[in-house]
């Protein structure tokens, strides 16, 4: 007897499970029903479901409060949300109601913070991590907030040259400062250490030339940042190590240094049987720098963690409709959904990441494996491979007009929207260029113009919802 959709999932993971359950034949996303969804506002559609994202940053804050109480930890823990994830108004938002704080990765980022500002949804004591490459409009940015008397901002140093920029633009008083530690990629990358940051050789003097004797400088905290993400490996507890003793060498030297920042890289479920000890692990990072450091005798730092993909990822979804079935040859058949794949979950492409995907309705019908294609005219618009498994499957269907069929791709909420240029965003919210256009003349003579000046700030705020108009 041939199995349905249902029975295959069942038997393969643990289902229903968080977030996911059937009832009557179609798929509920966190109790909301996707069919009623889809029967309002139609197909394609993008879903964000913000309480998500107040259960993962508790759950996670729950998590580091026990470890710091089981290990006897002197430090506090701060969790940041990494802005650059999802700069959404709504979003930010929503962060914003679990007592976070915020990290910064380029100088537009500061504009929304000075728009939360400005509409009393932050103060001037939140604390603000400026990470990322320090542009002159940056720098600009986060002196005007400094001179404005925001009070806990901390200029994490991404080269050697960022704070010889900035200090002519500090008026008055101290700025706090961090320094990104380089790190060395993983084996397989395609290079050896990451563009990010300064290298470990030369922190220290770093430190002594630049800031130990500087008044209008005082250094707080040492971040790095393993972007393949904190996994329970010997390539990811080195690096921790490395940051780790670095951060001891230069506290042996610096009273003022007072946190340590290990970045995101906190996983999400990208597959129904994803397993990850989120206890575990973090329980390790607060047993590991409390060992160090009590046998070092250095106090215990505060803990940043700079969570983006974690804090959205799992408040995310995509429903596409099934267009058409294709039977391409005996073994490959595709179906074709109402929209692309490269431009809406474009790391599913560019870097094989994968999602959730699971079909809306007919989950009691036989299953099948198909290819699942975007209406692009792209090659590479298809999705073909999950997580653990070579293959996709899902409810077989021979007409799609006849038998309407719903596939969602979950955990979509982080990273997407910016990479795709979502209505004109921009990655970091860097700007799109200025751009030129040269022709020829009646005379055949070359002429240009500027066709679009460089994509401006209230641009950005108009499609992330910060402004009207
Ligand atoms: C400096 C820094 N911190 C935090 C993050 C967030 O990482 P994730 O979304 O994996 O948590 C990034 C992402 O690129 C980053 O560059």
Redesign the pocket.
Known sequence: MKQSYFELIDQTYYFPQPGFDIENGNLYFNNVSLKHMIDKYGTPLKISYLPRIGEQIKRVKNLFSKSIKANGYKGKYNY?Y?T??SHFSFIIKEVLKYGVSL?T?SSYDLDIILKLHEEGLITKNIKLVQ??HKTDGYLQKIAQLHNAGFKNLIV?LDSLHELDRLLPLIESGTIQVGI?MAIDEEPQSAYYTSR?GIRPADVMNFYKEKIADNPKVKLRML?Y?V?S?IKDTLYYWGLFQKGLNLYVELKKQCESLSAFNI?????IRNNLGFEYDYNYIINEIVRNIKDTCTSEGIDDPDIF???????V?ESGAIIFKTLEVKQQNDAELWYIIDNSLMTTIPDSWSIFEKFILLPVNNWDKEYSKVNIGGITCDHSDYYNTEDLNQQVFLPKIKNADEEPLYMGFFHTG??QDSISGYGGLKHCLIPAPKHVVIERDENGLLRDYLFKDEQKVEDMLRILGFLDK
Do not use: Q
């Open positions: 940041c990494c650059k994830s990290e990765s990470n990322g994490v990104r990010m971040h940042f972007d993400g970045g995101g890289g906190l996983p963690t700079e969570f983006g993909r974690y804090t990822g982080a990273y």
